[in-house]
């Protein structure tokens, strides 16, 4: 089996659709069409074998379940194993006949999602580092003070400006790759090491963003000092207890619901307390 130039060309503008926050915003994007799990269905109606690019979708899904994005920073780009990987993996377990539903198909699926994952964190950060360039046309335009330029400038630089970048590192490269075949990946690593310059710019302009979005969630969710150590809780449970995303929601969930029992004790005593002042009242009125 191969992938023709059509079929190549709509699994790269589902990569673009994946991450462009103007597809009906991130919820649509990132989290619906960039998981593998909807994104196997996609491909397997691409590339017209739907069950196969479920079960793929699903091996791979596993490993990247938990995957979060916090302040940008990002250990792989689920977009490139969606859209790379899983049409890889399919050609693979094809070519080797291997049974779908096997451990061998879903640790090949697996493999390979995770080393185009890993080469696709390289074009995540080329998207945020040229969508810095919009960002800047975007506060020029508001520190002008002029807002017929306002109006003009901020739905470009939200809605068609940001086609630039994912035009140049999602479907293109998801394009080539897919139309390549996997022998694209294994040259990808020769010709594009890691210890390269290109790489090394990338991620070192791609390492200082993450600060940047730490910065503004602080600022959006921490209102005051004591907000802190909350906030620090979640990465001391992480870092120090070692634990996953789960049992960090489980704990949250155990606390949340201490709260929750506090706030309704708390409640309940006014209401208490004004019915035995109306019940002594009461008492009195009798007496008299």
């Known amino acids: 089996m191969t992938i023709n130039v ?3 060309a709509l699994l790269g503008i589902f990569a673009c659709l994946a991450s462009l ?6 919820t649509i994007g990132n989290y619906t069409l960039g998981r593998p799990l909807v994104g196997g269905l996609v491909v397997g ?7 196969l690019g479920i079960i793929v979708g699903a091996a791979i899904q596993l490993v990247y379940i938990a995957l979060v994005t916090p302040g940008g920073t990002v250990s792989a780009d689920v977009r490139a194993v969606t859209y790379i990987g899983i049409p890889l993996s399919i050609l693979a377990i094809q070519a080797q006949g291997l049974d779908p539903n096997s451990t061998a198909a879903a640790g090949l699926a697996a493999s390979l999602g995770a080393a185009v994952g890993t080469l696709g964190t390289v074009l995540f950060y080329g998207t945020a580092t040229i969508n810095l360039v919009w960002q800047g046309i975007g506060w020029k335009a508001m520190e002008s003070g002029n807002w017929e330029k306002i109006k003009k400038t901020i739905p470009m630089v939200d809605f068609v400006l940001p086609w630039i970048g994912h035009i140049l590192f999602s479907f293109l490269p998801t394009f080539v790759i897919c139309l390549a075949g996997a ?7 020769e010709f594009l090491p890691m210890d390269g310059i290109a790489m090394k710019t990338l991620f ?18 921490i209102n005051k000092p004591l907000d802190w150590v909350v906030f620090g809780f979640g990465f001391t449970l992480a870092a120090v207890m070692k634990c996953n995303l789960i049992a960090s929601a489980l704990i949250a969930v ?16 006014p209401a ?3 019915g035995s002042a109306a019940a002594d009242d009461d008492e009195e009125d009798e007496d008299i």
């Not at 926050?21 to 991130?26: A, E, F, I, N, V």
């Not at 022998?183 to 990808?188: G, H, L, R, S, T």
């Open 204 to 221: 070192t302009v791609g390492s200082l963003l993450p600060a940047v979005g730490v910065a503004i969630l602080c600022k959006q969710v």
């Open 21 to 26: 926050p103007g597809m009906g915003g991130t």
């Open 183 to 189: 022998p694209m990946v294994q040259a990808m690593k």
């Open 254 to 269: 155990f606390f949340a619901l201490i709260n929750y029992e506090i706030q309704q004790v708390k409640t309940a005593r």
């Open 45 to 51: 109606i691409i590339l017209g074998n739907v069950q």
């Open 272 to 274: 208490i307390a004004e």
């Open 6 to 8: 059509f079929q190549a």
